[in-house]
């Protein structure tokens, strides 16, 4: 079986893509050169399933997984990863006053932009379409370049530490979520994820959505907006609660929505990551 993750060899999603295969047998890797690109290995079944980025605890969504799981709708989400991620400055040498360019994928720029801002003002950002890929093209560039990435992307190039740990908030870490073909038995310890929209711009709509959850007492781990991309101020909803979709509690709920939405797709039931879960 073929799980696809973004690549080269080095990336974040590499880690969680080995961190989801460890308890399974027969699955081997195989990797990609964007996101997009990756989730549509899946639907077009050249891949079993791919690990993708979704959300992040300094930046946020990962705007593209989610709308190309509404895109893809033969996909569902099977499971998910929760990985704790250290950004390092690395390059071939460690002055980091020759440092005149920094490569790294938008996410990780982001999730570092104070620390680049208080000391590499002035120094020319330049995105790579992984932090693994910014460390490649370090690796066989000038020593004045340095890249945003793992410790394990600097031992796998071959490059030098010039700062650890560089991400602004402490404790950062990404949800990665397993894009496959569902479904997933309920194993106790689940979490569903949905999309819905609201049939009409009227007061309370949304609020009439997640009284259900209240009166089941159904804990909402996410909700997020994203825009339909048809009119400006129309959103699609995307809502993750714990519990499976076959549970009885949810599933009343679910059907309930039916009725209170003008779409309501399910996205999946899977195990959560407690792992590394507070
Ligand atoms: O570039 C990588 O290493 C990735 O796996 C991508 C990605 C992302 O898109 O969020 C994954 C984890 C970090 O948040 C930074 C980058």
Same mark, same amino acid.
């Given at each position: 079986?073929?799980?696809?993750?973004?690549?080269?060899?080095?990336?974040?999603?590499?880690?969680?893509?080995?961190?989801?295969?460890?308890?399974?047998?027969?699955? =081997?890797?195989?990797? !990609?050169?964007?996101?997009?690109?990756?989730?549509?290995?899946?639907?077009?079944?050249?891949?079993?399933?791919?690990?993708?980025?979704?959300?992040?605890?300094?930046?946020?969504?990962?705007?593209?997984?989610?709308?190309?799981?509404?895109?893809?709708?033969?996909?569902?989400?099977?499971?998910?990863?929760?990985?704790?991620?250290?950004?390092?400055?690395?390059?071939?040498?460690?002055?980091?006053?020759?440092?005149?360019?920094?490569?790294?994928?938008? /996410? $990780?720029?982001?999730?570092?932009?104070?620390?680049?801002?208080?000391?590499?003002?002035?120094?020319?950002?330049?995105?790579?379409?992984?932090?693994?890929? *910014?460390?490649?093209?370090? *690796?066989?560039?000038?020593?004045?370049? *340095? $890249?945003?990435?793992?410790?394990?992307?600097?031992? #796998?190039?071959?490059?030098?530490?010039?700062?650890?740990?560089? =991400?602004?908030?402490?404790?950062?870490?990404?949800?990665?979520?397993?894009?496959?073909?569902?479904?997933?038995?309920?194993?106790? %310890?689940?979490?569903?994820?949905?999309? #819905?929209?609201?049939? /009409?711009?009227?007061?309370?709509?949304? !609020?009439?959505?997640?009284?259900?959850? *209240?009166?089941?007492?159904?804990?909402?781990?996410?909700? =997020?907006?994203?825009?339909?991309?048809?009119?400006?101020?129309?959103?699609?909803?995307?809502?993750?609660?714990?519990?499976?979709?076959?549970?009885?509690?949810?599933?009343?709920?679910?059907?309930?929505?039916?009725? %209170?939405?003008?779409?309501?797709?399910?996205?999946?039931?899977?195990?959560?990551?407690?792992?590394?879960? %507070?």
């Amino acid at each position: 079986m073929k799980l696809g993750y973004l690549g080269p060899q080095g990336t974040f999603s590499q880690q969680a893509a080995q961190r989801w295969i460890a308890d399974k047998a027969g699955w =081997e890797l195989v990797s !990609y050169e964007s996101i997009p690109e990756v989730i549509l290995g899946v639907a077009e079944k050249r891949l079993d399933a791919a690990v993708v980025p979704v959300e992040n605890s300094i930046e946020g969504t990962v705007n593209v997984t989610l709308d190309m799981l509404v895109e893809e709708k033969s996909l569902s989400i099977i499971g998910e990863v929760i990985l704790e991620v250290h950004h390092h400055l690395i390059g071939k040498q460690t002055d980091w006053k020759r440092v005149q360019a920094i490569y790294s994928h938008p /996410q $990780a720029l982001a999730q570092c932009r104070g620390f680049l801002r208080q000391n590499f003002q002035g120094v020319s950002l330049r995105t790579a379409a992984s932090t693994a890929e *910014a460390a490649r093209i370090v *690796a066989s560039g000038p020593d004045s370049w *340095a $890249a945003i990435s793992s410790r394990f992307a600097a031992e #796998l190039y071959g490059l030098q530490v010039l700062a650890e740990n560089i =991400e602004d908030y402490r404790g950062n870490k990404t949800r990665f979520i397993t894009v496959g073909r569902g479904p997933v038995k309920p194993t106790g %310890k689940d979490k569903t994820s949905m999309v #819905l929209a609201l049939p /009409q711009d009227r007061p309370g709509g949304l !609020y009439r959505v997640l009284e259900e959850f *209240a009166a089941e007492e159904i804990n909402l781990t996410k909700i =997020e907006s994203r825009p339909t991309k048809k009119e400006l101020g129309e959103y699609l909803f995307f809502l993750d609660c714990e519990g499976h979709a076959t549970d009885p509690k949810l599933s009343r709920v679910l059907d309930r929505l039916r009725r %209170k939405t003008a779409l309501l797709r399910i996205l999946g039931s899977y195990p959560r990551d407690m792992g590394e879960q %507070k």
